[in-house]
């Protein structure tokens, strides 16, 4: 079985910062981002609307506005975000991690959603105002604004150790394992081959599996079919052409491997509870225009 860790994303760190830290505001928020993992702990600080984390490694997360949620680095993951939608983003290398943390390895940083412990909601508000104090700092950028940027870095790395911390001892940690490599190699092969009519045959020969335990462990694995997670990372990609692009929807399905287009709309209606027509037009007018762009109609 070929190992591939795809697909990867490549976190491009701030000059001088050691890290990534980025308000986004919601017209710069994509809809989907679909599975994909990198070497970064990420820590999303939702301010408005809602965003719905999907881990391999457990349940769906829904984080209201208000809540913190953090990704394991190399844990493979997907989001998406509902209109209105925006957030502070936090990357943290490993590398960086690992500096200043000798026991990374033997812990995970969990950080409740809408808990209604008096303790807990203390230590909540204390890290997002970390965050808020970062966002002033970085946005302000008052006289050695980089001296009072890593000062407040190394309390929230603080706060994560002390306030959401939990012990990993005696786990079988997730990235380490044959088993992860496997599932990195599933997600690769599905994005690279969706668009063709992948076999439960051909998927579970290539990970050198029995047709019949492939689909429990796929199922338990990924909490979903894998025809239904084929059929997931299509309409993440038709999703995206229907946002970029003036296609006509019949095309850009069947270029994204939908070769039945009733089966197409049903499974789109399924997920977005609207038509793809609808779809196209509320995303776009919830965008902001790029500078001197056109906008010509859609040939729908």
Same mark, same amino acid.
């Given at each position: ?18 890290? *990534? &830290? ?10 989907? *981002? ?17 965003? *719905? ?5 457990? @349940? ?16 493979? /993951? ?7 939608? #925006? ?28 808990? #209604?412990? @008096? ?11 970390? &965050? ?18 890593? #000062?407040?870095?190394?309390e929230l790395l603080y706060q994560l150790c002390h306030d959401f ?33 992948? #076999? ?15 689909? /429990? ?5 990924? %909490? ?5 997670? *084929? ?16 296609? @006509?929807?019949?095309?850009i399905s069947e270029r994204h491997g939908f070769v039945n287009l ?31 762009? %056109?906008? %010509? @109609?859609?040939?729908?």
């Amino acid at each position: 079985m070929e190992d591939i860790l795809y697909p990867r994303e490549i976190i491009t760190l701030e000059p001088n910062l050691d890290i *990534v &830290f980025k308000k986004i505001t919601a017209d710069m928020v994509r809809p989907f *981002v679909p599975f994909h993992w990198h070497d970064s702990y990420e820590l999303i600080y939702v301010l408005t609307g809602e965003a *719905v984390f999907q881990k391999i490694s457990g @349940p769906d997360i829904t984080c209201p506005a208000g809540n913190v949620i953090c990704t394991d680095a190399y844990e493979i /993951h997907a989001m998406s975000a509902a209109l209105g939608t #925006s957030f502070i983003l936090v990357m943290l290398p490993m590398s960086f991690m690992q500096k200043y943390i000798l026991n990374l390895d033997e812990i995970r940083f969990q950080i409740p959603i809408d808990s #209604s412990e @008096p303790r807990i909601q203390t230590k909540a508000e204390y890290l997002k105002n970390t &965050f808020q104090a970062m966002d002033l700092t970085q946005s302000e950028k008052p006289d050695c604004w980089r001296l009072r940027f890593h #000062s407040l870095l190394f309390e929230l790395l603080y706060q994560l150790c002390h306030d959401f911390a939990e012990s990993a001892a005696g786990t079988a940690r997730l990235r380490h394992a044959a088993d992860y490599r496997r599932l990195q190699f599933l997600v690769s092969y599905v994005h690279k081959n969706y668009r063709e009519q992948i #076999s439960i045959e051909e998927i579970s020969r290539q990970v050198h599996l029995q047709p019949q335990y492939f689909c /429990h462990y796929f199922k338990k694995k990924f %909490g979903q079919s894998f025809l239904n997670y *084929v059929y997931e990372i299509r309409l993440v990609n038709i999703e995206t052409d229907l946002i970029q692009t003036n296609d @006509p929807i019949g095309l850009i399905s069947e270029r994204h491997g939908f070769v039945n287009l009733d089966l197409f709309r049903q499974k789109f209606c399924e997920k977005n509870h609207c038509t793809p027509r609808d779809f196209r037009k509320k995303y776009r007018q919830s965008l902001t225009p790029p500078p001197d762009s %056109g906008s %010509g @109609p859609t040939p729908e």
